[in-house]
């Protein structure tokens, strides 16, 4: 995979997801004046980090499914670990040698809430949210607001 970072300078990411895992998955009893899943609200986020010596980047994204009136009848984050080989070597004439390029998390973010779509899928088949598909996101927005960045 390229990526053209801004500047002159181009960086080739190879990658490989070496780990999907289910960190927490919570199904509450439906409310009692039922769901119109027309006004489910899907609150997505994600963390992340770095571990530089192994040259693996790990997201953990999450959502959120709840009513209108705000209450929580869902959770569910999982985490997906990326092994990006020579990482290290194309990250070490960065002025942060220990900070992944915002448009590179922004692909991994997208990758892992790609994953979480249909892991959340899985996890809710046959239930009484079997309906509540997650709807498509734009990951900037996601990463933005879980870094805490205003838009451009």
Do not use: W
């Not at 980090?49 to 959770?75: C, G, N, W, Y």
């Amino acid at each position: 995979m390229a990526k053209k970072e801004k500047g002159n300078t181009e960086f080739t990411y190879n990658f490989a997801i070496v780990k999907i895992e289910i960190v927490g998955f919570e199904l509450l009893p439906p409310p009692e004046n039922g769901i119109d899943f027309d006004k489910l609200i899907h609150e997505v986020g994600f963390d992340h980090s770095l571990d530089m010596e192994e040259e693996l980047f790990s997201v953990a994204p999450f959502v959120r499914i709840l009513t209108p009136e705000k209450q929580i009848i869902s959770r569910l984050m999982i985490a997906c670990a990326f092994r990006i080989p020579g990482l290290k070597k194309q990250l070490a004439n960065k002025q942060d040698s220990n900070e992944i390029p915002v448009q590179i998390i922004e692909i991994f973010a997208s990758i892992s809430i790609s994953t979480l779509r249909g892991v959340l899928y899985s996890q809710l088949k046959g239930t009484f949210l079997h309906d509540a598909i997650l709807p498509v996101v734009d990951p900037k927005r996601v990463v933005q607001a879980s870094l805490g960045q205003t838009g451009e």
